[in-house]
């Protein structure tokens, strides 16, 4: 976050830490709002902050006065919100269990713009790479990439088998790989041929998955 400052979730709550010159943490604003788990913050361009949640709602907080307020809550999706994010052009982009990715609006009031529909359970992350696609991942088990011109799908990019054990998290690397994370194994994947490179790399010890 700008301002020395980090945002942490801690079940329905966003705390806010100041980070001194040695790099030492300080509890400073609490934020309240959401009605279940906040499951994502991301800090927006212009300084404000985005949350999702289980409520089924994203909030967008403004910093004022020391204390953040939300701007407003957007209301769409139908079963708990995972990534929230803001993509190059201003717009918000979100992922649900609902099965759905929505383009919200990167202006007030933040209106619904298109809802991206084609995995088959719920998408649980999302990202924009640098050539300007969304990627999603989903406990389908499948990624899929996106143009943002059109908001459809690229189909013949649609990579199927990434099984992750709960997909959570989807990084770029470089120009040509993405790691794709889960509770008990990372997935590295070319998105230039649209291959799995390496498959079910496991990093966690779980009994249970």
Known sequence: MKDNRLAAAEEKVIKIFEINENLNYKYDIKIEGHTANVHYLYNMKEGKLLSSSADKTIKIWILSKNAYTCEITLEGHYKWVFNVIQLNNNNIASCSLDNTIKIWSG?????????????????????????????????????RFWNMSTYECIENQTIYDVICCKMDSITQVDDFRLFVGGWKFLTVINIQTYQIMTKQVKFHQMKKC
């Open 107 to 143: 202006n007030f009031p933040y209106s619904n713009i298109k809802t991206l529909t084609g995995h088959t359970h719920g998408v649980t992350c999302i990202i924009q790479i640098k050539d300007g696609r969304i990627v999603s991942g989903s406990n389908d088990d499948s990624i």
